[in-house]
């Protein structure tokens, strides 16, 4: 039996196997794909508080081996099911945990079109706070009509030369706020009504095709944000957590789910700010949680079979 097994081994999952085994809990991590979660694809990371500068592959390298030397257990399985008392089905097998903490995130939706992935890093990117730096004084392109994007485009408009706004409707979902905002700024243009059906270059992002209307047109750009949203995928836990419209976790505070001993950490549930700064601190939290009422679930078994001692 594991104290905890924990599902994902992003920054929010690797960060509660941190503390758990510090606190020498026997740990048992899943993981479906690699671990590090989608900062492995963030080219730096520049507002972790107390590093400069570094990659998201080597925060995620460097995260790993610091779980690792602790002696974290790690599968590459994927978790399937969760029973209200502790078991984690996978794709190969049942584990028996005390408590259980989801971290399975949230991925960027993508286009899913050519060179979207091969350009990832040099040109293409789904972070406007985690990459914008990278852009001062270029041209860059924002995609998306939602919040994200329309925020993304305002924090970008005071970094680049200019920003490009294309979105497939000619109404905005994001709020109204961010768009007046948006036409106010002398170096941004939206294109709407229109979608990107090609990225191209060779090393490197050089332009994007657009299609508007019957319209086809290449637009040279350094930069391509991606904010068309995310897509959680909490459907299998769906027995113990409560999720909302959009797939995401319902908790009450950020880390208790419906059931007792089965918690929550990172992008997977309702919260403010995705960032890696959010899920350390979440995954830090729910491990700590997670350990103080174990303890407390102990100390309260042993008072009752000191009020009643088995015969
Ligand atoms: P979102 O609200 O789901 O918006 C996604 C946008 O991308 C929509 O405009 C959608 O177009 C477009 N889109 C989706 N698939 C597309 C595709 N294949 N090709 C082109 N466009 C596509 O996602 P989000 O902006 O990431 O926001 C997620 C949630 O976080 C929302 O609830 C949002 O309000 C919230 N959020 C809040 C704040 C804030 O309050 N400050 C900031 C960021 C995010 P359609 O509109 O045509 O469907």
């Known amino acids: 039996m594991y104290d905890i097994i924990i599902v994902g081994a992003g920054p929010a999952g690797l960060t509660s196997a941190l503390y758990a085994l510090r606190a020498r809990k026997k740990v048992l991590i899943l993981e479906a794909n690699t671990c590090g979660g989608q900062i492995v694809s963030a080219h730096r990371v520049e507002n972790y508080p107390g590093i400069e500068s570094i990659s998201g592959a080597d925060f995620a390298k460097q ?3 610091q779980v690792k030397k602790l002696g974290a257990e790690i599968k590459y399985e994927t978790a399937i099911h969760v029973s209200e008392d502790k078991v984690v089905t996978t794709n190969e097998g049942e584990y028996q945990g005390r408590s259980v903490i989801l971290a399975t995130g949230a991925k960027n939706r993508k286009l899913n079109i ?8 040099k040109g293409v990117s ?3 706070t985690c990459d914008g730096g990278f852009y001062k004084n270029k041209v860059v392109a924002v995609n998306g009509g939602g919040n994200t994007a329309l925020e993304d485009a305002l ?3 005071d970094i680049a030369k200019k920003v490009y706004l294309i979105h497939r409707r000619d109404t905005f979902r994001g709020e109204e706020k961010y768009a007046h905002e948006l036409r106010e700024k002398e170096n941004v243009t939206f294109i709407l009504n229109a979608t990107v059906t090609a990225i191209n270059g060779k090393e490197q992002l050089e332009s994007i095709t657009i299609q508007q209307k019957e319209e086809e047109k290449e637009l040279k750009i350094d930069g391509l944000f991606i904010a068309i949203g995310q897509e959680p995928k909490n459907e299998m836990f769906a027995n113990v957590v409560e999720i909302n419209e959009s797939g995401y976790i319902v908790s009450p505070d950020g880390v208790h789910t419906k059931v007792d001993g089965i918690y929550v950490a990172g992008d997977s549930q309702v919260k403010v ?12 939290v729910a491990a700590t949680i997670a350990i103080k009422e174990m303890a407390e679930q102990a100390k309260e078994l042993e008072e009752n079979e000191k009020k009643n001692p088995k015969k």
């Open 63 to 65: 995260l790993y081996q």
């Open 114 to 121: 050519e060179n979207e992935q091969e350009f990832v890093g």
């Open 126 to 128: 789904y972070c406007a």
């Open 155 to 157: 924090y970008l408009a």
């Open 273 to 284: 700010l995705r960032q890696l700064t959010t899920a350390v601190s979440d995954g830090s």
